[in-house]
């Protein structure tokens, strides 16, 4: 099991320093420090051994987390847990920095105690830590019995994300489809690969223990269904149900009741959480085409014209359009003219930006630039790394589409009717790339 | 209300905080008697300011031990955060003040009775990880009350104290029953009680192999995959790496487990996924292939394993390496995911170099045509390492899907004219393997390739290079021409290239015969009288030999068809595959090693339960454990009962003891097998050199890897391989180097002297140090070393060191192939940096899993270090008695009827001279050695001893030594059927008997 676990500045000085186990000694900071931080070369693995102890690394802007180990201890449970107290220590403090952490060191050696006991991950859950743990220390002299034993039996216990005795006057909750859309394009424009990563993320604002049912136009289910009959919504959009490639869920979903059934039911965190992700490959609406020509005139010129073609309905607006267009290293300027949006050459980027702040369906535009270049007498040729684009639409490039997301709540007398209920379509490019 | 009220009294905490930062800033100097003060103050706040910082400086390293008493006493509070600030403190310095720690112990107790369970937890946590004896003991009563106290929450901290108490005082926890309580937290209604539980007994389990801690029985199963459903993330993933560790009773049961450990597939967290996938890996095994379920069951494991890679880099990383197992074991799954595996960018280069790794592995001939486009974008890349991995895998398409060769010589051609170096250079190194595969086919390039013949300086490269104008000498005109360019500068040349440049000229003239004449004779007088090293002179003289006794033999040895080269490269070795699958998700699975290979300790090794005969069931382990010890004492006949014997081997390592009846056949079938892998058969050849391009490591180019070498070292090992060839060649003096004689004999016997003298420990025999890598030779890095076998396992202990002016860093080390496939089972270790004049005593682990080749001699082992300054290259020899196994103790009808069996022309005798051991002394020495006495037999007075020893590759020898009384001349006659390891047994011996 994890044997230790530090944190250090991006000078490499120690800011956090947990040691579980009584394998790792005191030199085991240094080692890490020395031959990872310190190391002339760019480290070439997260995971790395040094004298037979293994440290796991990531970094957080410039802050190093390391978890240590001298045991065959499971890898991407370390990791799983690393992020996890990223996400821990975000959720009480803010972003991760030397300041805050420095600002919270007892506050982080409180939760380092409570979520990792020699070395085994215990429950790591936001809302059931604040209950008992918070910025001035264990609130545990204010509690009464019952307080406590309810604290302990939420960390402990089945739902151990959500506690008991939530009230609200409104029962509302929101809904957010947000998709990254991944596309590798060939010059030619032929799809070298493309998927949609989506994720739904939940705000949840119910009162007391509420069950949840949640459905989607997921194919398997549609299909279905369709057996049975009545299909009314067919022919209403062209495309009905989507072919989910693969689904994971938050720990609140009942697993082996999707694995049975494909339905997703669950009793949801408090507050704002991520239910599911998902990832598609078929069928999926690329938002733009990149349409790239490169012509070298010479040794010291390149001609570049790109072309960015929008499609999806023309009533919908996409946003925050930027295409980045590489140069080589040896640019000496360049000369741009774009009929929309701004352009700009970033010489310390090798790029030429385009930004674009917003574009309806079904258009296009070009932009044309002229790079002069250096004479070199490097003899080999620029790489001419990929054009890359990033935009944000609103609707979900896979198709998918919310169905229902039913709330009971047995106890109290609010019904399903009485949720208020709001979704949200969000298509971002993830790494969206044309080779040129 | 309640929302915003927390989050205003938050918000005033938060206010409050920001200052905590100050407490790293205190450096002055009487800072430790201030602090003193500060923490006797009676105030509250100032006290617990000064706790805080404390632990501060404790933090960033500094020693404030001497405030040990001081903070104690600030211990008895009603303030959790400053209680818990103490017991910080308390661990990290109870053990250098174990009775100051003391002090403590009356506040756990108390607390441990605390009404509120928060506090009784926090008791019982911080107690355990005090690891003082005297608190150990204090901690028993409460950790029992714990152990069964009403709150779940206590429960579960009291089960990993189980642990903790565990590994400070196993026995205690053992005689205090824990183990029992423990075991029925398995059935707690609480499932995170349950998962601690699970977790606290494996760990244990593990440091027990044989007690059966874990009784994974159906009942428990059940209670377990109930758990499964209820627990956290990491519960869940201690119970599905407890359930791996199951044996199904059939296939009905597996499949149930199956059905039931498939939901998890779909959980957020990855480890949890992959721990799913390692269970579900290993039931497989057991259903029949033919079931429907079984298919549905390898298209249910694809997606998830997909899913991974869009996790956070880190864990792609984790999860590409474990896939690269997969994909090994079961090609299936992922046969159409290819586009997955497809280079981002963006991606880190770990991750940009696994996932090339596993495209090779998918490559075939239905999707070559993207693959290929997909890896001529990626030669184009800017990390060089990527770039020429990407080259090489080029190469390797080619020589998998033939339709696809002729595109990829296209390719290659086309990034020959970049004419980037090392693009260069790594393409000609995978053109060769193309030219082996198909003979006769694409030599038309020959001509490109010749043209950038000035631009290579990779050893590599240039042996590649080398070999191809040897080998295709008829058809390049200037063929002389271009290898006497390389002549000019051969000493300065690295002994890969030397190797190669001599083979490739000596074909030349086979070839050519009539204008090279004064070529040959240059190379080889250059690699007879000018060099040191003994492989590239031995060679040398054997091709003068040839040449000037037998033309048509020689042509028939150095022209001799090559064997073809294998498709796949890089496999794991099955059985190292077997176990890494059980290991999926774990840091084995990432450096594709086993647990015992970088773990301290000796692990099990864990196995797939094949529906096959290969695997033996948990139960048929701990039998023949148990019979093992008393195997180990010995019946009527023997006399080497003395229990010292027992003690210093330990009983786990002797391995299971021979079955009788069914292990006549298996001991023939280990030898044969054997007898194949040392020899180097020729129907089945090595693969292409293994890089294991792990980024951990980078790897040193391997002496004479280069395949195209093979069948001639190969042959040249054979040829000089019995002593009678040596004898024969008695022509040129300085042929033979004392290479027969091993470091372990000779001139080294006063040694050994000495070391007895002055009391060497009975153990093991383990030669002196020998100065392998003159500082001379390896500007100012020494080498001193030897080899020894401890608990099973081979160390090469080495003493490192640095005579030059400068820091040394970056060790490395590689083997070059050898006998016994020696190879380090972990990167080299030195603390760096090595300051000048400064030594370290490094002892690396070895397993024997690594490529074979016949070396000459036999125990002759070429290595290759790697430091800041240059690689260097030694050879050294090693006792062949560290091969000799723990189990190496044959059953005496099988002895008798194996001695029968073996013909007499594989029998050799050998003297030793002065040795004044009795009969019993020599037994018990040969047996720390692993070389056991069978039985004893005396006739007029001369002790005859039966005795037997196995090797780590399956080789049987078997011994009769005679021991006459009064007289010191003993004889040794060894029996094996692969007689050629006789020579070097005998000399392992006399060094034992001799120690």
């Not at chain 2, 292939?289 to 298919?295: A, N």
Request: proline share 5%; net charge neutral; hydrophobic share 40%.
């Amino acid at each position: 099991m994890i044997g230790g676990l530090f944190i250090y500045n991006h000078k490499g000085e120690v800011l956090i320093s947990r040691v579980y186990r009584d394998d790792i000694g005191r030199n085991a900071v240094d080692a890490f420090r020395v031959n990872v931080i310190h190391a002339r070369q760019q480290v070439r693995s997260p995971v790395t051994n040094i004298a037979r102890t293994s440290f796991f690394h990531v970094k957080r802007s410039n802050i190093w987390l390391a978890a240590v180990t001298k045991q065959n201890v499971n890898a991407a449970m370390v990791f799983e847990f690393l992020y996890k107290m990223c996400d821990v220590m975000t959720a009480y403090f803010g972003k991760i920095s030397e300041e805050n952490i420095k600002n919270n060191f007892v506050l982080i050696y409180e939760l380092l105690d409570e979520i990792l006991d020699f070395g085994y991950p215990q429950n790591s859950e936001t809302g059931a830590l604040k209950t008992f743990i918070t910025q001035q220390g264990i609130k545990g002299q204010l509690q009464t019995k019952e307080e406590q034993s309810q604290i302990t039996s939420q960390v402990t216990g089945q739902i151990g994300w959500r506690r008991e005795g939530i009230k609200y006057r409104r029962n509302e909750l929101f809904l957010d489809v947000l998709e990254s859309v991944n596309l590798l394009m060939s010059p030619q424009g032929q799809v070298l690969s493309a998927h949609v990563s989506g994720r739904v993320v939940m705000k949840s604002y119910l009162s007391g223990m509420p069950e949840c049912k949640f459905g989607m136009n997921d194919k398997i289910v549609i299909d279905k269904q369709g057996k049975g009959g009545a299909s009314d919504d067919a022919g209403k959009s062209g495309k009905q149900s989507i072919a989910i490639d693969d689904c994971t869920f938050h720990q609140c979903v009942r697993l082996s009741k999707f694995d049975s059934e494909r339905s997703i039911s669950f009793i949801p965190p408090d507050g704002e959480y991520e239910l599911m992700r998902y990832r598609t490959t078929k069928d999926i609406i690329l938002p733009f085409r990149v349409i790239p020509l490169v012509r070298e005139v010479g040794r010291t010129k390149l001609e570049v014209k790109v072309v960015i073609k929008s499609n999806f309905k023309p009533s919908l607006l996409a946003q925050k359009i930027e295409v980045r267009i590489p140069t080589p290293l040896n640019t000496s300027g360049v000369q741009v003219i774009c009929m929309k949006g701004k352009a700009k050459y970033k010489a310390s980027e090798n790029a030429i930006v385009w930004k674009i702040k917003r574009m309806a369906g079904m258009k296009e535009s070009q932009i044309s630039a002229e790079i002069e270049l250096l004479p070199t007498n490097d003899k080999k040729k620029w790489a001419r790394p990929p054009i890359s684009m990033n935009f944000e639409v609103p609707f979900a490039p896979s198709g998918l589409k919310v169905r229902y997301l039913k709330v009971f709540e047995s106890k109290l007398n609010y019904s399903d009717h009485d949720v208020i209920k709001w979704v949200r379509y969000i298509g971002r490019s993830g790494i969206y790339e044309t080779r040129c | 209300m309640q929302e915003w009220a927390n989050q205003l009294c938050e918000n005033r905490q938060f206010g409050s905080k920001m200052t905590d930062s100050k407490y790293f800033t205190t450096t002055k100097k009487g800072e430790i008697f201030e602090l003193k003060a500060e923490l006797n103050s009676d105030k509250k706040e100032k006290k617990k300011e000064a706790v805080k910082k404390v632990i501060a400086s404790m933090t960033v390293g500094k020693d404030v031990s001497a405030l040990f008493p001081d903070v104690v006493n600030c211990m008895q509070t009603d303030n959790l955060e400053l209680k818990k600030l103490v017991y910080l403190y308390l661990m990290n310095y109870a053990k250098s003040q174990p009775d100051m720690a003391i002090m403590a112990v009356n506040t756990f107790v108390k607390d441990c009775e605390d009404p509120n369970p928060l506090i009784r937890a926090l008791a019982v946590r911080t107690m355990g990880c005090i690891r003082v004896d005297k608190i150990t003991e204090y901690l028993c009563e409460p950790l029992r009350k714990c152990l069964k106290d009403e709150d779940p929450y206590v429960r579960k901290t009291a089960a990993v104290c189980v642990a903790k108490l565990h590994d400070i005082n196993a026995q205690l926890v053992e005689d205090q029953g824990f183990l029992d309580t423990l075991k029925d937290l398995i059935s707690d209604s609480n499932p995170m009680v349950v998962a601690n539980a699970v977790a606290a007994l494996s760990e244990i389990a593990e440091s027990h192999p044989n007690s059966n801690l874990m009784d994974l029985n159906p009942q428990t199963m059940n209670k377990l995959l109930t758990a499964l459903n209820e627990c956290t993330e990491w519960g869940q993933i201690f119970i599905l790496d407890c359930l791996a560790n199951y044996t199904p009773r059939d296939d009905r049961e597996s499949q149930s487990i199956c059905e039931r450990v498939t939901p998890r597939l779909s959980h957020a967290n990855s480890a949890v996924v992959l721990s799913a996938v390692k269970v579900l890996m290993k039931f497989m095994e057991m259903l029949p292939k033919d079931l429907d379920y079984y298919g549905t069951l390898l298209k249910k494991l694809a997606p998830p394993l997909v899913t991974l890679l869009s996790a956070e880099p880190e864990l792609q990383y984790v999860a590409l390496r474990n896939i690269n197992l997969i994909v090994q074991r079961r090609p299936e799954i992922l046969k159409h995911e290819m586009k997955v595996f497809f280079v981002k960018y963006n991606d880190p280069i770990y991750v940009k170099l696994e996932k090339l790794d596993i495209m090779i592995r998918l490559a075939s001939q239905a999707n070559i045509a993207q693959v290929l486009a997909e890896l001529k974008e990626y030669a184009t890349e800017v990390d060089v390492d990527f770039v020429r991995k990407a080259v090489r895998a080029i190469g390797r398409c080619a020589i998998k899907v033939e339709q696809s060769a002729e595109r990829c010589v296209s390719t290659l051609l086309d990034l020959i004219q970049t004419k980037v170096n090392y693009v260069v250079q790594e393409a000609i190194v995978v053109i060769k393997d193309i030219f082996r595969k198909y003979p006769n086919k694409y030599e038309s390039v020959i001509a490109t390739l010749c043209e950038n013949l000035d631009s290579l300086d990779e050893p590599e490269a240039r042996a590649a290079m080398i070999w191809i104008v040897g080998e295709y000498a008829e058809r390049i005109d200037n063929a002389d021409e271009l290898l006497e360019s390389f002549l000019e500068g051969f000493h300065d040349e690295s002994t890969q290239v030397q190797l190669q440049l001599r083979t490739a000229i000596v074909k030349l003239f086979l070839k050519k015969p009539t204008e090279t004449q004064e070529l040959v004779q240059q190379v080889l007088s250059l690699a007879t009288q000018d060099s040191d090293n003994p492989d590239l002179r031995d060679r040398g003289y054997i091709y003068w030999r040839l040449l000037s006794t037998d033309p048509v033999a020689a042509k028939e040895v150095v022209l001799a068809e090559k064997p073809l080269i294998s498709e796949e490269t890089d496999l794991i070795e099955p059985t190292l595959l077997e176990e890494l699958i059980c290991h999926i998700g774990t840091l084995a699975s990432v450096y594709h090693k086993p647990p015992s290979a970088f773990v301290e300790g000796r692990g099990q090794h864990k196995r797939l339960p094949g529906s096959g005969g290969s695997s033996e069931s948990p139960d048929a382990v701990s039998a023949g454990a148990a019979n093992e010890v008393a195997a180990v004492i010995p019946s009527q006949g023997d006399l080497l009962g003395d229990l010292l014997n027992l003690d210093l081997t330990p009983p786990a390592t002797t391995g299971p003891p021979p079955h009788s009846g069914g292990m006549q056949l298996g001991a023939m079938d280990l030898l044969g097998g054997g007898l194949d892998s040392l020899m180097g058969d020729e129907s089945e050849p090595p693969p292409i050199p293994l890089r294991s391009d792990t980024p951990r490591s980078p790897p040193l180019p391997h002496q004479s890897s280069s395949s195209p070498e093979n069948s001639l070292t190969e042959l040249g090992g054979d040829l000089g391989g019995s002593p009678a060839m040596g004898a024969g060649f008695g022509a040129a003096p300085a042929a033979m180097p004392p290479a027969f004689s091993a470091p372990v004999s000779g001139g080294l016997e006063d040694l050994f002297d000495l070391g007895g003298g002055v009391g060497m420990p009975l153990g093991s025999f383990c030669p002196p140090k020998t100065v392998w890598l003159p500082a001379m030779k390896a500007k100012g890095l020494e080498i001193s070393g030897t080899f020894v076998r401890r608990a099973g396992v081979i160390q090469m202990e080495m003493t490192i060191t640095n005579k030059a002016m400068s820091v040394m860093t970056g060790f490395a080390i590689q083997f070059n192939r050898n006998s016994f496939g020696l190879a380090p089972a972990g990167p080299l270790q030195v603390l760096t940096p090595l300051s000048p004049n400064q030594n370290i005593e490094v002892s690396l682990p070895l397993n024997t899993v690594g490529p074979v080749m016949k070396m000459e001699p036999l125990n002759n082992l070429q290595v290759a270090i790697k430091n800041n300054i240059d690689v260097f290259y030694f050879s050294c020899q090693y006792p062949i008695s560290v091969l000799f196994v723990e189990d190496g103790k044959m059953e005496r009808q099988v002895f008798l009827a194996t001695w029968k069996d073996i013909a007499n022309e594989n029998e050799s005798q050998f003297q030793i001279k002065d040795c004044h051991l009795n009969s019993d002394t020599a037994s018990n020495k040969l047996q720390t050695s692993n070389i056991f006495t069978i039985a004893k037999r005396t006739v007029d007075g001369q002790d005859m001893l039966y005795q037997s020893m196995k090797l780590t590759n399956g080789i049987w020898v078997l011994a009769e030594l005679k021991i006459q009384a009064g007289n010191p001349n003993y004889t040794v006659s060894l029996k094996c059927r692969a007689p050629e390891v006789s020579q070097c047994v005998f000399q392992s011996y006399e060094a034992v008997l001799k120690n």
